[in-house]
């Protein structure tokens, strides 16, 4: 209770729990005392008792302080007390500790604000609110960004601002609506238009907003952008008519087979291959032809590569089969098959590529010959000692038995060691030191391996007055070249292996099927330009220049992967080579162009490596001409190098348009290219020669770029051996 003037005239339990003050210490004061510093000073306590004298009753929340000072939120009830009079004789006080429902309310509120925030700031998104008759109610900066209104020009417009003047005719925005409000929601896909008039293609959904009676309140608008999607869609649209393209005029033969046997489609290609007429192989069916496998027996209806698909739901990649179609001419094709399967993942389907590689077979006969005849000769080399074991035996273990017998070969052998080496393994005896009294012989392989035998006498007698000799010398260098030899033969076949592997690969590109085709089309075109030019009209001779410059072009593929193929074959043996005079001899051959272009090229001095001279040469054009090619303005490249170890590594930097960042790995295979012949001209070859040459010298190339600032193209080479640290 409090007295007229607000002081405390009777103090309660509850009063003391929520306050902390006991009765003694707060009767006789002010209530004033609950109020926080800031509440006495705005005159809050006298205005509320004034408020309660008016009007008999004042309920106010606020913070309260207790006794020891901290403060909560209270919930305060004010009441006059009269007497029969109706004269004032003090005031009931009545409070409660509402701490916990505004800390509540005050998360709730932050988390409004948050969520509203978070609306507002959304920006790959427009959402929006619109009433119950679609006029825009609020707008957040995702519908500012996408379509181009400001809140305060949108706001209390129509929705249908944002629909094209035939849907506006067609009522599609109250068709929406009216289907949101029935349903709790729509989604559409149409065009849309910015307030600028530019269309895009929108994905929206409307969402029908109710009180807690059921009652529509406005509805709720996502809208995004998907003008992207929409022209990849169109774009595989495209492609796919591209590969339906591709599919008639390709050099491999494909055909789609269905599951009993018969022909649904087929390229004129396959047609061929199977000697047939395009027109008739709608008739063909699986078996109608003789098969053989690689053991030339006949192969089974069951065990061909469509029946395989249709049998196991499997496909069947590069097998071969030897044809024999009713013109006589046997052929080996290569065949792939794969499933088209239905929603049940069963095959209904096998599509069925064929490729002609009667010539790669006769070349890999030719190759395997070469290879049994090197074999032998390497097995005689083995025979003529028994100091090698076998090229199967680990390396370390065919080290210890030379090392261990090698010894025994020599005039002292109690007081001979020996330590061989070959690439980073070492073996030498228990007793092997570093010693004067030394004879060595080192040599390296084909592939730069080097090899090294050395042999010291530990303890020689005191009565000898030549430690080796001459014969002993010769037997060194003997062995040191046995060895050679032996790593040689192994490094030689792991080398045939791989590149027999790669130009089979190659071989269905670069084979009859492709270059005897393109001979005849360039031949007859050249007819064409000799002998019929002056028959043409103006539009006739730019058609047959495109042809002309087309089979130019395929040529020059076709070429460059003869390059490309050949670079372990055909390369020359490692030797020191002058990057210095490397790097002038192309810019030399460059200086047309660089004159044309007025590039600017500067160059640190380059090491001397390990390598071959041609092949790095091919790598240094390539890298300085793309360098010039993708520049804007005036090109400025610059060549610089630093040591690492035991190699170089060699940057060409250029300032041009740069690549994209998931494009740096491609870059690196056959036939990648980023722009179309029109803006830069090109086999797509270059770079994936330069990194196998880079490869077959141990090395390895790779890209830095950003678009718009340039690039950085970095190779190693290994340095030589004056060169080694």
């Not at 033969?489 to 045939?496: D, F, G, K, N, T």
């Not at 055909?570 to 790097?583: I, M, N, S, T």
């Amino acid at each position: 209770m409090l007295d007229p003037d607000g002081v405390v005239v009777s103090w309660n339990e509850g009063a003391q729990r929520i306050k902390g003050y006991s009765e003694e210490e707060i009767v006789g004061e002010h209530f004033s005392t609950f109020y926080t510093e800031e509440d006495r000073e705005a005159g809050q306590p006298e205005y509320n008792l004034e408020a309660a004298r008016e009007h008999d009753r004042v309920e106010d929340e606020g913070y309260r302080v207790r006794k020891d000072g901290s403060t909560f939120w209270g919930n305060v009830t004010i009441t006059a007390i009269r007497d029969e009079q109706g004269d004032l004789q003090g005031f009931t006080k009545v409070t409660r500790d509402m701490t916990e429902r505004h800390e509540y309310e005050e998360r709730l509120r932050q988390e409004k604000e948050r969520f509203e925030t978070l609306i507002q700031e959304v920006r790959d998104y427009a959402i929006f609110m619109l009433d119950t008759d679609g006029f825009v109610q609020t707008w957040n900066d995702g519908a500012r960004e996408l379509k181009g209104y400001t809140e305060d020009e949108i706001v209390g417009e129509h929705f249908s601002t944002f629909y094209t003047e035939e849907d506006r005719k067609a009522g599609r925005p109250e068709r929406n609506l009216r289907k949101a409000a029935e349903n709790g929601r729509t989604e559409d896909e149409r065009w849309r238009v910015r307030k600028d008039g530019e269309k895009f293609w929108a994905n929206v959904i409307i969402t029908a907003l109710h009180d807690d009676d059921g009652e529509l309140r406005g509805f709720a608008k996502v809208t995004r952008d998907m003008t992207e999607r929409k022209e990849r869609e169109q774009q595989l649209q495209r492609e796919r008519d591209l590969i339906e393209q591709i599919l008639e005029t390709s050099p491999v033969g494909i055909t789609v087979v269905n599951s009993d046997g018969s022909t649904n489609r087929a390229n004129e290609r396959m047609a061929e291959l199977l000697g047939n007429q395009v027109a008739d192989m709608s008739e063909y069916m699986v078996g109608q032809r003789d098969m053989y496998g690689a053991d030339r027996e006949v192969l089974p209806v069951e065990e061909r590569p469509a029946n395989r698909v249709f049998e196991t739901s499997k496909p069947v990649y590069d097998r071969e089969i030897l044809f024999d179609p009713p013109d006589g001419q046997k052929r080996w094709l290569s065949i792939n098959a794969s499933p088209i399967t239905d929603e049940q993942g069963e095959p209904e389907q096998a599509v069925i590529t064929a490729t002609n590689i009667t010539e790669l077979k006769e070349l890999a006969t030719r190759r395997k010959r070469e290879l049994e005849e090197r074999e032998k000769d390497l097995a005689a080399v083995k025979l003529a000692t028994n100091l090698l074991e076998p090229s199967e035996q680990p390396l370390e273990e065919l080290l210890e038995g030379f090392v261990t017998s090698l010894s025994e070969s020599f005039r002292y052998p109690d007081s001979t060691a020996v330590r061989v080496s070959v690439g980073d393994q070492e073996v030498a005896t228990e007793r092997y030191r570093p010693s004067d009294q030394s004879i060595t012989a080192a040599t390296r392989t084909t592939n730069g391996t080097p090899i090294e035998i050395d042999v010291v006498l530990v303890e020689a007698p005191e009565s000898i007055t030549e430690q080796f000799l001459p014969e002993e010398e010769e037997l060194l260098d003997t062995l040191v070249t046995l060895l050679r030899f032996h790593f040689e033969r192994q490094e030689y076949i792991e080398q045939l292996q791989a590149e027999t592997n790669r130009l089979e690969q190659f071989a269905y590109a670069a084979s009859h099927d492709l270059q005897e085709p393109l001979r005849m089309i360039s031949t007859y075109l050249q007819f064409l330009e000799r002998d019929y030019a002056s028959a043409f009209d103006e539009d006739g001779e730019d058609y047959l220049q495109f042809a002309l410059d087309g089979a130019q072009r395929m040529r020059e593929m076709i070429e460059g992967l003869l390059t490309y193929s050949r670079v372990e074959t055909q390369g020359e043996p490692f030797e020191p080579v002058d990057l210095d005079a490397v790097r002038d001899d192309v810019l030399d051959d460059l200086q047309m162009r660089i004159a044309e272009t007025n590039a600017e090229i500067t160059a640190e001095p380059l090491p001397e490596v390990e390598g071959d001279a041609g092949q790095l040469r091919q790598v240094f054009q390539n890298l300085i001409d793309n360098a010039i090619e993708y520049s804007e303005d005036t090109p400025r490249v610059q060549i610089t190098c630093k040591q690492r170890g035991s190699e170089w590594i060699i940057s060409v930097q250029d300032e041009g348009i740069g690549i994209e960042p998931d494009m740096q790995e491609q870059i690196f295979d056959v036939f990648e290219r980023l722009h179309s012949r029109e803006e830069h001209d090109g086999t797509g070859i270059g770079l994936a020669l330069c990194e196998r040459i880079v490869e077959r010298h141990g090395g390895e190339i790779w890209v830095e770029s950003r678009p718009g600032e340039g690039s950085t193209f970095s190779f190693t080479l290994p340095a030589a051996s004056s060169d080694d640290p």
